[in-house]
């Protein structure tokens, strides 16, 4: 984890509504240049949603989402492209289509947005996968092909093929065993100390929070409820936090070596 400066996402009086049920309401929340920040809260509260927003993906009702000091809302096509170059984000389900190999999917990002030619970003993708821990002949094979945890390492090499300065996380260990989750923590953790991104984790996994976050925000009642380290989080008296942590109070190794 590296010490950050300045801010990379500025979320202002973000409002979200759909219909008339409200996600967010005046949510206010800053990211720090170099910094792990976790995404957590209860079922609704809205963390895939902003996450959504954060990457131009759906836009809030009224707020402003600023992303490397630029409004979201204001860049035109081409501004909206160079940014998107900016950032890479791994999808809950992989994101990965499932009629291209792991290596051209891994590979689609350099060819939409570089001209380098096929055998490059060849070597490129195989590069990527190499460094997520696949094996080459991973590379050869559809995403169905793939276990879970191999596929999660797909879904992350592709995310940072580009070499994001940014890198938006979305259920990193959903769905995964134990050994393979923990196997997520290390790789994050080895993303991070390679090319230093600011990295944005949606994630309901307390053992992934304690292990890997230098801070967590905590969403519920349409707004940051909470936001601090997990040490300071645990110890917050304000029930809906409180609570949180009680329903989630069984935490498993990794959090637990974390928290030593």
């Known amino acids: 984890m590296t010490a950050p400066t300045g801010d990379v996402i500025e979320l202002r009086e ?32 809205g963390k895939s949603v902003l996450l959504r927003e954060m990457i131009g993906l759906q836009r809030p009702n009224s707020g402003e989402v600023r992303v490397f000091d630029q409004d979201l809302a204001t860049l035109d096509a081409a501004q909206g492209q160079a940014m998107r170059r900016r950032w890479g984000v791994m999808f809950q389900r992989g994101g990965l289509f499932g009629s291209l190999s792991v290596r051209q999917n891994v590979g689609l990002p350099l060819r939409e ?24 002949e991973a590379g050869l094979k559809l995403p169905s092909e793939l276990s879970g945890g191999m596929l999660k390492r797909a879904a992350l090499a592709r995310a940072i093929a580009l070499d994001p300065e940014l890198l938006f996380l979305d259920e990193p260990t959903s769905g995964l065993d134990p050994a393979s989750s923990g196997g997520v923590d290390e790789l994050i953790l080895r993303t991070q100390a390679l ?20 801070r967590v925000a905590v969403l519920g009642d349409g707004r940051v409820l909470a936001l ?7 110890q917050d008296s304000q029930p809906t936090v409180a609570a949180y942590f009680t329903n989630h109070r069984e935490a498993g190794p990794r959090a637990r070596r974390a928290a030593a």
């Open 195 to 214: 090319f230093d991104p600011t990295i944005v984790i949606v994630s309901h996994d307390l053992d992934l929070l304690w292990q890997v976050c230098d």
């Open 113 to 136: 947005h570089s001209a380098l030619d096929d055998a490059l970003i060849d070597s490129i993708a195989e590069w990527k996968l190499a460094l997520t821990g696949l094996p080459p």
């Open 14 to 45: 973000i409002c979200t509504r759909f219909g008339s049920h409200t996600v967010h309401e005046g949510l206010n929340l800053c990211v720090r240049r170099g910094e792990i920040l976790g995404l957590a809260g209860g079922s609704g509260s």
């Open 228 to 234: 601090g380290t997990m040490d300071e989080l645990s």
